[in-house]
């Protein structure tokens, strides 16, 4: 019965790299890179794909989760979905900063880590990216 469940989870996400492998060129502006998401989507379908035979032939070892651990684990999915489709609307790094503090205030993360990590991991990203690779990052309405 559990062997079943890890099935429907790495269909779930074949079908999901299937779904984001039309959403990433939608999402990008006309000649920005892709190669970034397109290498990210392939290794998680990989894996899927290989996790979902070994599964099949009976090699997968299988570990459960709690509840509450596979609830967080969905809302967090869920809260990234929604930062995926925003992120056009809200803006990079506004969206970022505050999509990392609710993620961190989920996991229970004290308030100082939850400020430094919001906004110095997106602070970092953009000026890593949007400085030295000269790389455009969506502004959104509110910038």
Known sequence: MIQWRERYIYLFMMVFCLVLLFIIPSQLQEGGPRIAPYMALGII?????VCFVRCLRG???IVTF??????ILGLIVLLYGIYIFAIDVIGY???SVLFIAVVLWILKVTKVKI???????PLFIYLLLGGLLNLRFPNGLLM
Request: hydrophobic fraction near 55%; aromatic fraction near 8%; charged fraction near 20%.
């Open 93 to 95: 790094f506004v969206l």
């Open 45 to 49: 379908a990989l894996t899927s794909v």
């Open 59 to 61: 090699e997968e070892k």
């Open 66 to 71: 709690p509840k509450k651990v596979l609830s």
């Open 115 to 121: 400020l430094f990590i919001s906004t110095l991991v």
